[in-house]
């Protein structure tokens, strides 16, 4: 409330001489001139006069006007006046921070949410808005109570059908500022993921549609609510939503924001809702229709892929330089400013998310004739990634020269990398080749030894091996170690828990192409006794009790291809090898050359080059194991 004073308003003393009136007439024309002639930041007399009036009396307006309750003389027809008045009054009054932290207005919340229910088109939702803010805001109590209320059902409601850029939107969006700053979203998905995803929807709309100060502020509630780890359940949600243009609303507004002069906290803010919506959505949600006010010409499908794709690369060569410097800074004194490198680690990972997600969705494009990429937009795509690689690479480089092998960072690093050399095996050739041997040894902040480091450089080690110079490249750097290991930890009775099986098959053929080519091209392979038999072990137990005929032929192929290496009575010397290992390979390889032959399934035939590498290797070294030999003639 608001109104102007003007020459002739009423001495404050005339006012509170009605509202102290005995009879309800006097209250309430000494509450009409309050509402007249008070300004809402005169805090001064707003207490006063709340004092004046007494909570019982505003009580009972407040139910009268919702049907609940009487005032003398008060009749259905004055009703709605009633209740125009108490909202009004009782935001006025909470504009005053004591009076808005007392359980009298706080204890009015259910009521205030009712009014919304029941009169959605009522002349005092604005003031029902402001009341619920002010109360909400001034204590703990306040937006507890909102919550458990009902708040979030109401907002959800409501925030669907107010007015864009409206008074009640901010006040609606500000509310929602204050449970997120009350609550864990964990908290909030356990009790109302359908509210949530209806009220982002909202927010969404006024991010793509209003070009003022509230557009940062859905911006920053949308960053915060997408980014949390809770996020999952409304991710799901919002995969069934019936607001079918959330998506390109989505679009328009991180469009708006990458494409104008915003502060660079901004910019990622808008990164990290990219991110979201291609986690949920799929990568292709960056190529769509883009509907801004004031173009003249349409603008075209892919830009916000083109302007995701800068930003993300402007991120990371800022974020990488500064972490270098960084690093070195915190090394010369002892101590690293924590907060901020994390910070950057945390910064440089979304950029990173982004461009893994251009990589497959550019991947995927390439294998689509008649995708909607344009020509040019490919190629400068494909462009700048090479030069972010190249400055990833370099980062990589200074981490190796400061003998810096562990962290998040670096293991991201190596991630990207890997997701664009399996695309595009050939690019930094050299540069790669040159780092392999750093890149395989790097950890995560919570790995013991080196792996997942290994897993996002299969893809590219597989296609090195198919060549007997990359074979030579990876054996020279110790790198078929790193696999075997690998391998070892993925099958082996304390495997690792991956996504799924591409890695361990990847490692499989990796290896397969490393012994295979070893073997033809009378390449030396260097194998310690113990990489063998623990490679051997954890072929026998992740084979035992397996059907998959893929799984059966990948494993022995291998295995015959190890055998060549060694012999029976060597393998039962070692002090890790027994004979229970010895009689699951054996078993392994009878299985295998038992669906040689007429007979053979669809599924041995599709293995056929695996069961000519069993035969083959079987002839060479059976001698040397009888136990094989006596379970595959058995």
Not at 352 to 367: D, G, P, Q
Request: overall charge negative.
């Amino acid at each position: 409330m608001e109104p102007q004073q003007d020459k002739q308003s009423p001495p404050l003393e005339d006012c509170l001489k009605l509202l102290k009136g005995e009879r309800d007439e006097q209250r309430l024309a000494g509450l009409l001139l309050v509402t007249k002639f008070f300004k809402g930041d005169d805090l001064s007399s707003l207490q006063t006069i709340y004092n004046a009036v007494g909570v019982g009396f505003l009580d009972r307006l407040l139910r009268t006007g919702m049907g609940k309750g009487s005032i003398s003389s008060s009749g259905s027809e004055n009703r709605d006046a009633y209740l125009q008045l108490s909202v009004t009054v009782l935001a006025a009054f909470c504009h005053v921070l004591e009076i808005a932290a007392s359980n009298d207005m706080v204890s009015k919340i259910p009521l205030v949410l009712e009014v919304l229910s029941t009169e959605p088109g009522s002349a005092v939702l604005e003031e029902c808005y402001e009341f619920l803010y002010l109360v909400s805001t001034a204590s703990e109590d306040g937006i507890m109570t909102f919550y458990t209320s009902g708040g979030m059902n109401m907002l959800a409601s409501h925030m669907s059908i107010v007015p864009d850029g409206s008074h009640q939107m901010e006040l609606s969006m500000k509310l929602v500022q204050l449970i997120l700053n009350k609550l864990s979203l964990e908290i909030i998905n356990q009790d109302y993921v359908p509210e949530l995803s209806k009220i982002v929807a909202a927010i969404t709309r006024q991010f793509a549609v209003l070009h003022n100060a509230v557009k940062f502020d859905a911006l920053h509630l949308l960053s915060a609510i997408l980014s949390s780890k809770y996020s999952a359940p409304l991710y799901d949600s919002f995969r069934v939503l019936p607001e079918k243009d959330l998506p390109n609303y989505m679009r328009d507004g991180i469009v708006a924001i990458l494409q104008n002069r915003v502060a660079p906290t901004e910019k990622l803010q808008a990164l990290i809702l990219a991110d979201s919506m291609m986690t949920i959505f799929g990568e292709r949600w960056l190529i769509g229709h883009i509907n801004l006010p004031g173009m003249k010409e349409p603008i075209p499908a892919d830009r916000c892929l083109v302007l995701v794709l800068e930003q993300s690369r402007v991120e990371v060569a800022v974020l990488l330089n500064e972490l270098a410097q960084l690093k070195d800074e915190a090394s010369k004194r002892s101590s690293a400013p924590a907060e901020t490198i994390v910070s950057k680690k945390r910064n440089v990972a979304i950029a990173f998310s982004l461009l893994e997600k251009i990589i497959s969705l550019i991947s995927n494009a390439s294998e689509n004739e008649g995708d909607i990429i344009d020509e040019n937009t490919f190629m400068k795509v494909i462009k700048g990634l090479n030069e972010t690689i190249g400055v990833v690479l370099e980062y990589l480089q200074d981490a190796k020269e400061h003998g810096q092998r562990k962290g998040d960072d670096l293991l991201a690093s190596v991630r990207i990398i890997g997701s664009y050399l399996a695309e595009t095996p050939v690019a930094c050739k050299e540069k790669v080749r040159e780092l392999l041997e750093h890149m395989l040894s790097i950890e995560g902040e919570d790995e013991p030894s080196p792996f997942y480091s290994i897993c996002f450089l299969l893809p590219l080690l597989c296609q090195m091996t198919m060549e007997i110079e990359g074979c030579k490249a990876l054996i020279s750097c110790g790198g078929h170690i790193s696999v075997v290991n690998c391998l070892v930890k993925l099958i082996g009775p304390h495997g690792y828990v991956v996504k799924d099986n591409g890695c361990i098959f990847l490692a499989c053929d990796t290896i397969l192409n490393l012994l295979f080519k070893g073997r033809k091209e009378q390449l030396r392979i260097p194998l310690d006794d113990s990489t063998l038999v623990n490679l051997l072990k954890a072929l026998a137990y992740w084979t035992e009790g397996i059907n998959d005929p893929s799984t059966i032929m990948m494993a022995s192929s291998i295995c015959a291809l190890l055998f060549d290496f060694t012999s029976e009575k060597a393998l039962l010397q070692h002090p890790n090898f027994d004979d229970s290992t010895l009689d699951s390979l054996s078993r392994l390889i009878a299985r295998s050359l038992a669906s040689w032959g007429q007979g053979m399934s669809d599924a041995a035939r599709s293995e056929m080059d695996l069961l000519e590498i069993v035969t083959q290797g079987y002839s060479q070294w059976v001698d040397r194991f009888p136990r094989v030999r006596e379970t595959v003639e058995r």
